[in-house]
Every structure is written in C-alpha cells, then in structure tokens.
C-alpha cells in the first residue's frame, strides 16, 4: 500500500506545476508581463515552463526524483518571496504559505526518493 500511497502522492502534488505550466505557455505574454511587474526579467518564464512542465513529468515517472524535487523545492521558494511577499493580503499569504507547503512536500521526495513504482527504483 505504501508504494501506490507514494505513487498517489507524487501525482498530487505534481498536478498543481503541470496546469500553471501549460497556462503559462497559452498565456505567455500576460505571465511575462505579470513577472515584470514584480521586477522579475520574462525571459526567466522559459525555465519557469520547462520546470513547471519536465519536473512533474519526471516525478510522476519516479525518474531522478531526488534532484528535480530538489530542484521544484527550491523554485516554491523562491516564488513564494518574489510574487506573494503582500502579508497584508489574505489570498498572498495563503499563497505564500501554499508555496511553502508544497516546498516541503517536495523536500520530503528530495530526502526520501520514491518508492517501488518508480523509474529510480526499475533502473537501480
């Protein structure tokens, strides 16, 4: 049971990275637009996408699943201090903390790897 709870868990919290992803790239020139309103150059939406797109793929994959949690970990973040600093604004603060949740979760893989239904685990 352990295995299909990771298995369940991997996809869960994957889903959230693979939707803003493929929002990203419909709305391409509003996100750019969005980050530069808080300074960040939109140029850096192009690995946001390839992350936000790869990272749940290859979680969900169980393929180095260490090093692309790690790698989500810290991208949650960092957005969450960039884009969702307003504290004084109840939907930024639970952004925020969203942010740093998922961080967490993402931590956890980092620590843990997957279980058996994984590529890590049919490669090694």
Not at 58 to 81: D, E, P, R
Request: aromatic fraction near 14%; glycine fraction near 8%; charge should be positive.
């Amino acid at each position: 049971m352990t295995n299909i709870l990771d298995f369940c868990a991997r996809i869960l919290i994957s889903a959230l990275f693979f939707t803003n992803g493929v929002f990203k790239i419909l709305n391409y020139d509003g996100t750019v637009n969005w980050m530069e309103g808080y300074g960040v150059p939109g140029i850096l939406i192009i690995p946001a996408i390839i992350l936000e797109i790869f990272g749940p793929v290859l979680i969900i994959l169980g393929y180095k699943t260490k090093i692309t949690a790690t790698f989500l970990s810290v991208f949650c973040l960092v957005t969450a201090f960039i884009f969702h600093n307003d504290f004084s604004n109840q939907m930024q603060l639970t952004s925020f903390l969203k942010n740093i949740a998922l961080s967490g979760g993402f931590l956890l893989l980092a620590i843990n790897g997957s279980k058996k239904f994984s590529l890590d685990k049919k490669l090694n």
